[in-house]
């Protein structure tokens, strides 16, 4: 499996008719899932280096600056 469909759209969370990510957006306020977003940013780079795929965990943190930037723009 490429990097970037394990960043992007990983098959283990894109398992129904609705991927994982637009639920939980679905499910909070814009503010609430910048702050999922926020911490998920952190959580990646805080172990980037300590589980040997740090492309890939780059790759997520980047995912979710990006959401942030989304939001931002459509604010």
């Not at 970037?4 to 990510?21: A, L, Q, R």
């Not at 909070?28 to 911490?39: A, L, R």
């Not at 890939?56 to 990006?66: H, M, Q, R, S, V």
């Amino acid at each position: 499996m490429s990097i970037d469909k394990n960043v992007n759209h990983p098959d283990h969370y894109t398992s129904g008719k609705v991927e994982c990510i637009e639920a939980v957006q679905a499910a909070m306020s814009s503010v609430e899932y910048m702050g999922y977003c926020k911490g998920n940013v952190m959580k990646y780079l805080w172990r980037y280096r300590l589980k040997g795929k740090p492309n890939e965990d780059i790759g997520k943190a980047l995912f979710y600056l990006k959401e942030i930037e989304r939001i931002l723009k459509d604010e």
